[in-house]
């Protein structure tokens, strides 16, 4: 069974432009998530996804972050504009309701902002 | 507000140690809790998960517990190798929104020869 897939997996940019992250879970699974992790701390979440909605984004940074996840299945996180404290992995995870929710996480993607 | 806390940050044993990590949280209302293994530069593997009603969960030389009215959880690992060198994080799903992981920042463990 493959695992959760994301691009790119490093992305370098110039600060004041967009970048994007697409993720696509494992199957069957309907729940999505995208989280930023911060050299030497734990991933935080950014925005929870149960099948097309967004339930859960109180965390993501809505003035320059956007998400969508069309059909339910792949998702795409974007920024624009980057800024330099943007600089982070950015992972994306999926679970199961039934598998108890038990969280499966893809390479991520390092971005570095200069 | 949950908070997970992990102690030590940082440990290196040498090789054929049994050791304990520990992971503690503020609120015992949880749903399960997970442990995971980060390699550098790599995403999270789950190790382990452990329901709120279970007391422990084993996978090979690996044994997590978990202490609910005490907020606490330990992840041991028997006779250390080299290749378990890595970033160890605890994460805890409350009650409320099952689904949703509070991590704590890790403990960082080096296995030498």
């Known amino acids: 069974e493959a695992g959760v897939v994301q691009s790119p997996r490093y992305k370098i940019i110039e600060k004041k432009q967009p970048v994007a992250f697409w993720c696509n879970p494992i199957s069957g699974h309907n729940t999505l998530y995208w989280y930023r992790q911060n050299l030497g701390q734990g991933p935080e979440l950014l925005i929870r996804y149960e099948n097309e909605e967004a339930v859960d984004d109180s965390q993501l940074p809505k003035d320059r972050f956007s998400a969508e996840r069309l059909k339910g299945v792949d998702s795409t996180l974007k920024i624009q504009p980057a800024e330099l404290g943007d600089s982070a992995v950015y992972l994306c995870?999926?679970?199961?309701?039934?598998?108890?929710?038990?969280?499966?996480f893809g390479p991520g993607t390092r971005l570095t902002v200069t | 507000k949950q908070e997970v806390t992990q102690i030590p940050a940082a440990l290196s044993v040498p090789e054929g140690e049994n050791l304990v990590l520990n992971c503690s949280f503020t609120d015992s209302a949880i749903y399960n809790l997970q442990w995971f293994r980060q390699d550098p530069g790599k995403g999270l593997t789950s190790l382990l998960l452990i329901q709120s009603s279970q007391r422990e969960q084993t996978s090979g030389r690996l044994n997590a517990s978990l202490d609910k009215s005490s907020g606490r959880s330990t992840l041991y690992i028997a006779a250390s190798q080299p290749g378990d060198s890595a970033t160890y994080l605890c994460?805890?799903?409350?009650?409320?929104?099952?689904?949703?992981?509070?991590f704590g920042t890790g403990t960082r463990l080096q296995v030498t020869l």
């Open positions: 995870a999926s679970s199961f309701q039934r598998e108890l929710y038990e969280q499966y």
């Open positions: 994460a805890v799903a409350g009650t409320g929104t099952a689904s949703k992981l509070t």
